[in-house]
Each structure stands twice: as structure tokens, then as C-alpha cells.
């Protein structure tokens, strides 16, 4: 399984964004996508994750309100919507794929099995 994430750029706050991650292989075999993000001398932390049939979403508290996940199974392509964006926001941001294929949805980053790349968010205030 192979995950490209791209999107990312240099915004203003309140600027809206929408970043894709477009997967290829196995990805059937595999469970819910998560977006994850990791900001300068921070931990990275999840963000949102949505099930692999697209049923089930679940969006960390801190984004709640400005962020939604969607999936395009047909081009299997999923899509972290940014709106609002805040400085706090800037991050590089991942996708990942979930090993277990019947869990809806986690926010473990140990139970993602593969990871694409990172796109680069950052925005001035």
C-alpha cells in the first residue's frame, strides 16, 4: 500500500484548505484512513480518521467545527477539508492507513500501518 498526501501550502488564518491522500495497492485489506499532524517541536497528534467504506468519521476535539474527512472510494482518494485555519494549525501533515479493516475508526497512531509522506501546512496570522 502506497499513500500520497498533497494539498498543503501557505495560507492566511482563516483560509480554508483541502488536503488529499490518494492511495494505491492493497488498500482493501486495510481498514479506516487517519490524518495526522505534527507541528514544530511538537508530538504528532491525530486528527481525524474515516472508515474504509467512508460510514463512520470521527474529527479530534481541537478541529471540531473547521475540519471534515471525506473519501472518494471510486478514485480512492480521501480528503482532510480545512476551514478557519489558525496559526496552531500549521503542521506537516500525514495520512496513514489503519491495519484492522473492521475498526471504524482510531486515534492510535501504533494501530496505522502504512504512512504517506506529509504535506506542509503553515499559516500566518
Known amino acids: 500500500v502506497q499513500l500520497q498526501a498533497s494539498g498543503g501550502g501557505l495560507v492566511q488564518a482563516g483560509d480554508s484548505l483541502r488536503l488529499s491522500c490518494a492511495a494505491s495497492g492493497r488498500t482493501f485489506a486495510y481498514g479506516a484512513i487517519g490524518w495526522f499532524r505534527q507541528a514544530p517541536g511538537k508530538e504528532r497528534e491525530f486528527v481525524a480518521s474515516i472508515s474504509q467504506g467512508g460510514g463512520s468519521t470521527y474529527v479530534a476535539e481541537s478541529v471540531k467545527g473547521r475540519f471534515t474527512v471525506s473519501r472518494d472510494n471510486a478514485k480512492n482518494t480521501m480528503y482532510l477539508e480545512m476551514s478557519g485555519l489558525k496559526p496552531e494549525d500549521t503542521a506537516v501533515y500525514y495520512c496513514?492507513?489503519?491495519?484492522?479493516?473492521?475498526?471504524?475508526?482510531?486515534?492510535?497512531?501504533?494501530?496505522?500501518?502504512?504512512w504517506g509522506q506529509g504535506t506542509e501546512v503553515t499559516v500566518s496570522s
Open positions: 496513514a492507513i489503519n491495519k484492522n479493516r473492521f475498526l471504524p475508526t482510531s486515534t492510535r497512531q501504533s494501530g496505522y500501518a502504512y
